[in-house]
């Protein structure tokens, strides 16, 4: 007779990257990291309308993330992106981490839970960070590749931020198990917070547990 698979009890923690575990949003560094200061300031006066349009609200966040992307990476090899992700993931983050978030993480992984990563980070760089911080999966924004390993700058279907972080989540295969932890710091990981047990965002200097 065929054994049914055991069903892993763990709870599970969902972490926000950006401000979250870190203090900060990483995906600019990363584009400096890659052109080099000279080419990344050119490029961020090139495009300073779209960034005001975006903090104005007149401007999607998917939309403008696509427009900066294509500015950076527009031509690259998503092989070169993953080395550089990697360099940039040993170099760079480890000076960017919030102790607060981490303190979290590690709390969790200590209890033997399962961590998840889910932010609207890039693949190219989240991956091997998150790899090496021991996330048993990465739900993240992926960059769309073509056929000869070059990407345009676009992203693979949506940006994942908000109601796709939860739809995401979803489609995951936990299972039914009981998505119980999760860790934000901004009004786009709010669906995320609701969906589990206990939300918690960071405000104030502090994780404090979400009211909504």
């Given at each position: ?55 104005a609200k007149l401007l ?112 995951s295969n936990f299972n ?37």
């Amino acid at each position: 007779m065929n054994q049914l698979p055991e069903f892993d009890a763990r709870p599970v923690a969902f972490f926000d990257f950006d401000g979250t575990l870190t203090t900060g949003d990483t995906l600019m560094p990363f584009l400096k990291f890659v052109v080099g200061k000279p080419t990344y300031y050119a490029k961020l006066a090139l495009l300073s309308p779209v960034l005001g349009a975006y903090y104005a609200k007149l401007l999607r966040n998917d939309i403008a993330k696509q427009i900066v992307l294509k500015q950076y990476l527009g031509g690259c090899h998503i092989d070169e992106l993953f080395t550089l992700g990697e360099r940039f993931s040993e170099e760079v983050i480890p000076t960017m981490l919030r102790p607060e978030g981490m303190e979290r993480l590690r709390w969790h992984q200590a209890q033997g839970h399962e961590c998840v990563l889910v932010s609207a980070s890039i693949n190219v760089y989240l991956k091997s960070w998150a790899k090496r911080e021991h996330f048993s999966e990465v739900i993240c924004t992926a960059l769309e590749v073509g056929k000869k390993g070059h990407v345009s700058g676009r992203i693979q279907g949506k940006n994942c931020h908000g109601e796709e972080k939860v739809r995401r989540i979803v489609l995951s295969n936990f299972n039914g198990r009981r998505l119980t932890y999760a860790y934000g710091d901004s009004k786009g990981d709010l669906p995320m917070l609701k969906l589990v047990d206990h939300g918690f965002v960071f405000e104030r200097g502090v994780f404090s547990v979400s009211s909504v």
